[in-house]
């Protein structure tokens, strides 16, 4: 079964860095590409950043490519979101996924973690 699993999050204040983890349980054809995306309250889940495991190829949303980036590390079977300069509007829960395709959209992922929380103060 395949799973994947959150952790990183927190309260922090405006300008700080938060690195979040996602430790698949596998690093097969089904989790050949995985994302990163966040849900504010009220709002939908949108895409943050996306990766192949290997590193060589790269996706992320417009607004938050210069503060955020995404890696990978194939020994641990984990995928990192590094976040700086936090600002309130960061404020969501973070979720892993994993598809075969490095893709913005959220029906493009077949496998979905539980999400960890990151909440930004002013």
């Known amino acids: 079964q395949v799973q994947l699993v959150e952790s990183g999050g927190g309260l922090v204040q405006a300008g700080d860095s938060l690195r979040l983890s996602c430790a698949a349980s596998?690093?097969?054809?089904?989790?050949?590409?995985m994302g990163w995306f966040r849900q504010a309250p009220g709002k939908e889940r949108e895409f943050v950043a996306a990766?192949?495991?290997?590193?060589?190829?790269?996706d992320y949303a417009g607004l938050l490519k210069v503060r955020v980036t995404i890696s990978t590390d194939t020994a641990r079977n984990t995928v990192y979101l590094q976040m700086n300069s936090l600002v309130p509007e960061d404020t969501a829960i973070y979720f892993c996924?994993?598809?075969?395709?490095?893709?913005?959209?959220?029906?493009?992922?077949?496998?979905w973690g539980q999400g960890t929380q990151v909440t930004v103060s002013s």
């Open positions: 996924a994993g598809g075969q395709i490095i893709s913005r959209r959220r029906d493009d992922y077949n496998y």
């Open positions: 596998e690093r097969t054809f089904r989790l050949h590409r």
């Open positions: 990766i192949n495991w290997g590193g060589g190829i790269a």
